[in-house]
Structure formats: C-alpha cells, structure tokens
C-alpha cells in the first residue's frame, strides 16, 4: 500500500507541475515567469529517472528548460538542454528553435550564473543545477522541499522522530514547548556557518549572546562517504527546544507516519495547504488563492 501511495503522490505532484510546461509549450507567448518554468522544468527532471507518467513530454520539458536557462544566464545548463534535445524526437514546430538555440548557445560562455545555483539548507553546500541523484543535495542527499508555485527550494528541513515517539507524543510536546518571546525572535539574527546562533538585541547595548541550537547540531550528522540518506534524527529534548511555529507538519492517515519538517529561516513565511499539505511561500499561496479563490494544488478553500 505504501509504495502505491507514494507513486500516486508522484504522479499528482508531476501533473501539476507539467501543466505550466504544458502551457508554456502550446503558447509560448503567453506571460510565464521564467523563473518557476525553469525551477519547474529542473523539478520535473528530477522526478523523470525511473518512469514518466503517461502524457507528460521530456521533449516539452528539455524544451522550456533549453529556453529558460539561455534567459536567466544558466548558460552550460541550456547548453546540457539543447544536446538532449538533439538526440530527441520532438515535435517539428520545435525543430528549428532547437536548431537554432543550439548553435547560438555555444557563443555563451560555458557557465551557469552562481546566483542560480541552490544551496541546501542543512549542509550550505551550493549545489548544481541537476543532480543524477535527483531533487536532493549532492553532499548530504537532503531532499529539498519546494514551494509549490513557483518551485523554489524553501528553507525546510524533514526530520523524523527518534523510534519510540509516536506522532502524538511529538505533537503535545511541540504545543507545549515554550516558543521563544516574538521580540527577540525578531532581533536574531542567524548565522548559520558553525551552527552557532547570535542573539542581537536590537535597541540594548549590543550584546551578543551565542546560543547553540540543539537542531542545527543535528543537521551535520550525515555521512559524506556514503551514499545512503541519512535525515535528521530529532528526540524528545530537541523537539522541546523548538518554536512550534517554525515546525510544519504533514499529517497522513494511518498507518503513514506524519512528516515534519523544520524552518531554518522564521523570517521566510511559509504557507501549508490544510487540506493537501503543499507548501508555499506565502506570498505565492495568497496570490493564487486571490486569484483562483482556492489551493493552487488541491483547489481546496480555507473556511475563515
Ligand atoms: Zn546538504
Ligand atoms: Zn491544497
């Protein structure tokens, strides 16, 4: 039952994310952000290795990808792009843009712009445009986790709980752990290199105090030579230490464990769906819900 629904889940997200290619394909002249079709394309890659669900094109998504890195300054990654889609059939009102967008990308240096290039939350590392290994950091395999509009990488960690925490145990402790005073969460400012954390109190004198965060200790607990994922371990004393509004929680019926996933930047806002669980930045959830009037994913609408 698990793998079926975890190959369903996949399907869904593939669909909703093909849509805009789709679009982008069929009326390329029609306003897209060139930055969500190329996250969106990227995304879709990465989810490609296995299998591609019926009705969804590799040819249509190197296409806008092909396109949308020459745009932005990923030059070596459209020219990656373009060579695919050389060794691709695809439709022939595509032909002669691929033909000529690949002689014009090799007047480009062979370089993608480092503004780019995401970095993983858990280990800082700066990792490339696509990963053999799919949508997850090359150094400690972190799965990144999107913003389900504009598919950028938000700053989200997964952790799961220690064997012996139930989701029900971990929930309590969460609501009852002691969130630090909004006024000084406005003040921190977090220095993430070393793990440390410094308190800077904003009008006071300028103290500074170093405060270690349990979590972020946690984060560096991966194996560099291996090739295993191996995520975040949290236990009862760590999940105390955290605000329970920097914690998002997806919760799946029985016998699926809920998932939980922890915000590395409180001061990037950070929107979940409460009927499918997507995540959003809140700015791209708000538009769309004004827009559409429901979840761009789920279509579902929030009573107020
Ligand atoms: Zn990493
Ligand atoms: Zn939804």
């Known amino acids: ?78 020219r990656y792009a373009y ?40 280990c800082s590392t700066t990792n490339p445009l696509l990963n053999n290994g799919g949508s997850q950091c090359i150094n ?20 799961v709980l220690e064997s012996g925490i139930t989701d029900e145990e971990a929930i309590q402790i969460l609501d009852l752990s002691i969130p630090k005073e909004k006024k000084e969460e406005k003040n921190w400012q977090e220095s993430r290199m070393g793990n440390m954390q410094s308190l800077r109190l904003g009008d006071e004198a300028e103290e500074e105090i170093e405060e270690e965060d349990p979590f972020s200790t946690k984060l560096m607990t991966f194996d560099q030579e291996s ?18 509004a920097d914690v998002y929680i997806r919760k799946w019926p029985k016998p699926l464990r809920h998932q939980y996933f922890r915000s590395l930047l409180p001061d990037v806002t950070i929107t979940m769906c409460p009927s499918c669980s997507k995540l959003f930045h809140t700015d791209d959830f708000e538009l769309q819900y004004l827009q559409h009037g429901h979840c761009p994913f789920c279509r579902h609408k929030i009573e107020s």
């Open 83 to 122: 060579e695919k889609l050389q060794n691709t059939r695809v439709p022939p009102r595509f032909q002669e843009a691929v033909d000529l967008g690949s002689i014009i990308i090799r007047s480009k240096p062979f370089l993608d712009g480092e503004e780019l290039l995401p970095m993983c939350y858990r």
């Open 140 to 159: 400690c395999k972190q799965p990144f986790v999107h913003s389900f509009v504009s598919f950028e990488v938000l700053p989200l960690v997964e952790f």
């Open 1 to 78: 039952m698990l793998p079926k629904f975890y190959d369903f889940q996949r399907k869904a997200d593939m669909y909703y994310a093909y849509h805009s290619i789709q679009r982008y394909t069929d009326e390329p002249f029609t306003s897209h952000l060139p930055e969500a079709l190329f996250n969106i394309s990227r995304y879709l890659l990465h989810q490609m290795h296995d299998n591609i669900p019926h009705g969804i094109s590799k040819a249509g998504t190197l296409y806008a990808l092909a396109k949308q890195s020459k745009n932005l300054g990923a030059y070596k990654l459209a």
């Open 227 to 244: 090739t295993e994922f191996r995520p975040v371990i949290v236990n009862r004393n760590v999940l105390k230490t955290m605000s329970r």
